[in-house]
């Protein structure tokens, strides 16, 4: 298993301002990802983040609005930037512990409200 | 629309069995997992099966799977008050990811 934290665990933040939200694994694993959360809604997949190099970015998402960094095998981090009230969501990472035991944990998540 | 499908609600009484049903489009989705989400709270991952498997029992937990007609159902014996939360469906592809059903919210009524 996994144990996955998050920081901030939520946030009210004022529209154009930018927030970077941190994940943190108790152990290396090769995939991370970050998942959005809308009010009611279900999860919608952002980003796959790869360290080492870039992330890669699901349909309708950007780099420029959602950059990503993950510079170890136990840590990310999600920025989103220049907010707007429909940024207004829970962000989630989590991670796949592969082959073997190919289960997928999620942190416990970020809840941002823009104002 | 949606890859995976759910109904959105379900009502039960304690003490009574749950069923929860769940269809997928992708025929080479690998594993297919049920994650509950109670209120404020983040996802905890309830069980998985592996996509050759057709059943899987783990305590008061029964996952079913028809693979032919691309359907998931989880049972839950013996359903609780702190049963009642969000149980989202959801399926692995090749590339790791995961998508998800809309949720189905399960009520637990005295």
């Known amino acids: 298993s996994a144990v996955i934290s998050q920081k901030p665990s939520r946030d009210i933040c004022q529209r154009g301002t930018s927030l970077t939200i941190q994940c943190q694994v108790d152990s290396q694993v090769t995939m991370m990802f970050w998942y959005r959360q809308q009010p009611g809604q279900s999860l919608t997949l952002i980003a796959t983040a790869n360290q080492g190099s870039e992330a890669t970015y699901e349909s309708g998402f950007v780099i420029d609005k959602f950059p990503i960094s993950r510079p170890n095998l136990t840590f990310s981090t999600l920025t989103v930037s220049n907010m707007s009230p429909e940024d207004s969501s829970i962000y989630l990472c989590?991670?796949?512990?592969?082959?073997?035991?190919?289960?997928?944990?999620f942190g416990p998540g970020t809840r941002l409200l823009v104002l | 629309g949606e890859d995976v499908e759910q109904s959105l609600f379900l009502s039960v009484r304690e003490g009574d069995s749950s069923v929860i049903n769940c269809t997928y489009t992708?025929?080479?989705?690998?594993?297919l997992y049920w994650y509950k989400q109670e209120p404020g709270a983040g996802l905890q991952l309830l069980t998985y099966?592996?996509?050759?498997?057709d059943m899987k029992q783990d305590q008061r937990l029964t996952v079913l799977l028809n693979k032919k007609d691309k359907h998931l159902s989880l049972r839950i014996a013996d359903t609780q008050t702190g049963d009642s939360a969000i149980y989202f469906c959801?399926?692995?592809?090749?590339?790791?990811?995961?998508?998800f059903g809309a949720g189905t919210t399960v009520t637990v009524r005295a």
């Open positions: 992708d025929s080479s989705s690998t594993y």
């Open positions: 959801a399926e692995k592809r090749d590339d790791y990811k995961l998508s």
């Open positions: 989590s991670v796949d512990t592969g082959q073997g035991e190919e289960t997928q944990y």
């Open positions: 099966i592996f996509s050759n498997m």
